[in-house]
């Protein structure tokens, strides 16, 4: 199993930044995808992005493509979610994945394939 501990969120401007990061325990985390997912009050949980064990590849929901950029640190057992040009739809409970099917070539957008989640960090953008 691996923990997650998310970090970084908080209240931003809708046209500003905000660096989310998500720590991982243990050794395996080099060899899983990961994800973050979000989820705003009354609505489903969602795919944001994602991105292969290596690095090697990175996949994004429609509504973040080209202001939100997911990456890692393998040898900080760290990804981050970069957020530009937030805007106040954006604003969600924001959740890290991980995928244990380890050196997986294929990044799941659906939350059924991720195994272990972090607590959740809150991010508020206002208008």
């Known amino acids: 199993q691996v923990q997650l501990v998310e970090s970084g969120g908080g209240l931003v401007q809708a046209g500003g930044s905000l660096r989310l990061s998500c720590v991982a325990s243990?050794?395996?985390?080099?060899?899983?995808?990961m994800a973050w997912f979000r989820q705003a009050p009354g609505k489903a949980r969602e795919f944001v992005a994602g991105?292969?064990?290596?690095?090697?590849?990175?996949v994004y929901g429609d509504s973040v493509k080209g202001r939100f950029t997911i990456s890692r640190d393998n040898a900080k057992n760290t990804v981050y979610l970069q957020m530009t040009i937030p805007k106040p739809e954006d604003t969600a409970v924001y959740y890290c994945?991980?995928?244990?099917?380890?050196?997986?070539?294929?990044?799941?957008?659906?939350?059924?394939?991720?195994?272990?989640w972090g607590q959740g960090t809150q991010v508020t953008v206002s208008s």
């Open positions: 994945a991980a995928d244990r099917r380890y050196y997986s070539n294929y990044v799941p957008v659906t939350l059924s394939q991720y195994d272990d």
């Open positions: 243990g050794r395996t985390f080099s060899r899983c995808n």
């Open positions: 991105i292969q064990w290596n690095g090697g590849s990175t």
